[in-house]
């Protein structure tokens, strides 16, 4: 097939909708374990991933970019938070996803907060966690990234964060270790300043100390660095902060993580971070806005939007407001893990109806 050409690939049915229920009965958080373990069990069983691929992947041209230095058979993402300590990244490769984050990982393994601190909001189709970064610390994920050191089938990032006691003052050297010890291990890097459930991570999203990180960063990776952005942030805040990262050697963006902006959902209570579908116009607007700050400002970074992605049509929304990628995970929860496969079913759609021939032609076609 030549470059450029569309090819739609058929629908397949998924058994989904059937196990939801089981899985909405049972606490979130303890849901989430379950699928992760069906998933490890499915990588240790001969041809299992194979067989997933087969039915899940969508192979075509038109979706294929080169970005970060890295191969991407198509622009969608599995976000941080789903896969914590790199334990199901065959897996949710097998299941069409075109690059996968995993993390956020910090120095030492973390608790995180209380249970419970997962919640569901099925009606808006949106989740509410305050997990706080619990993982198993960077020697268990240095461990596994080095076991599976070659036998990638698609790019991987990593997402890191300072460790829940680590004061501001000390937060530069936890990020520093991060990134060294990870050198080599991963596609691309993420800092994540952005949680609002480590006590003073979100006081970090300044220019300084962004600046001061990517100086750090530069004497201990050859890998991409990448920043995780609020959507709380002022729309043109952030654009701001993001061209300042850029400026200052960011490979690109991540916009966004959650949002503590409550009255996104009335009567949520007020702890964690809101995901889904009611972020999905927050994450927009913060997109926009610095797409247009990079695109200004021609550093050539990459702009990665997650945030309320859960479709074919708000992803390719994302693309031509000027990400090159999207990420998503609160969406897998309501809509199963054929949701990557329809998503790109759906882009190559979407872009034949408006005259592309391939997806980098529609990012930041309505800028």
């Known amino acids: 097939m030549e470059e450029g050409t569309i090819r739609q690939v058929p629908p397949y049915p998924s058994p989904y909708p059937l196990l939801r229920p089981l899985l909405f009965s049972l606490d979130p958080e303890r849901a989430h374990g379950l699928a992760i373990a ?3 069990l499915a990588q240790a069983v001969p041809g299992a991933t194979r067989l997933l691929a087969r039915s899940h992947r969508v192979a075509d041209p038109a979706l294929r970019q080169t970005l970060l230095g890295m191969e991407l058979p198509n622009p969608v993402g599995l976000a941080a938070g789903f896969d914590k300590d790199a334990l199901v990244v065959d897996a949710m490769a097998a299941l069409g996803f075109g690059f996968v984050e995993v993390g956020t990982v910090t120095p030492r393994p973390q608790a995180g907060n209380p249970r419970p601190r997962l919640f569901r909001h ?3 189709r949106s989740l509410q966690n305050a997990l706080g970064f619990n993982n198993r610390g960077l020697e268990a994920m240095r461990r596994r990234l080095l076991r599976a050191a070659g036998r990638r089938r698609v790019p991987l990032g990593v997402n890191v964060g300072k460790g829940r006691d680590t004061p501001a003052s000390a937060a530069l050297a936890d990020y520093t ?4 010890a990870l050198d080599g291990l991963a596609g691309y890097l993420v800092v994540n300043l952005s949680s609002p459930n480590t006590p003073g991570l979100r006081d970090l999203q300044n220019e300084s100390f962004v600046r001061d990180l990517l100086g750090a960063a530069r004497a201990v990776t050859r890998a991409p660095v990448l920043v995780k952005l609020a959507p709380d942030l002022d729309p043109e805040a952030a654009g701001g902060l993001a061209a300042a990262a850029a400026d200052a050697g960011a490979a690109g963006i991540v916009a966004t993580n ?11 209570a007020s702890a964690g971070g809101l995901s ?8 927009r607007r913060v997109c926009a806005a610095i797409a247009r700050r990079l695109r200004d400002g021609g550093t050539g970074a990459v702009l990665i939007s997650a945030g309320g992605v859960d479709s074919g049509a708000e992803a390719y929304a994302r693309l031509r407001a000027g990400a090159s990628l999207v990420q998503l995970y609160t969406a897998l929860v309501y809509e199963g893990p054929s949701l990557p496969g329809r998503i790109n079913r759906e882009l190559l759609a979407l872009l034949a109806r408006d005259g592309f021939n391939h997806v980098g ?3 930041g076609a309505d800028l």
Do not use: C, F, M, N
């Not at 959650?258 to 949520?268: E, F, I, N, R």
């Not at 889904?276 to 994450?283: C, E, F, I, T, W």
């Open 258 to 268: 959650t949002s503590t902006d409550y009255a996104l959902l009335p009567g949520a």
């Open 276 to 283: 889904g579908r009611v972020l999905a116009g927050k994450s």
């Open 361 to 363: 032609q529609a990012v």
């Open 38 to 40: 069906a998933l490890r």
């Open 122 to 124: 099925p009606a808006e």
């Open 177 to 180: 270790a991060l990134l060294r």
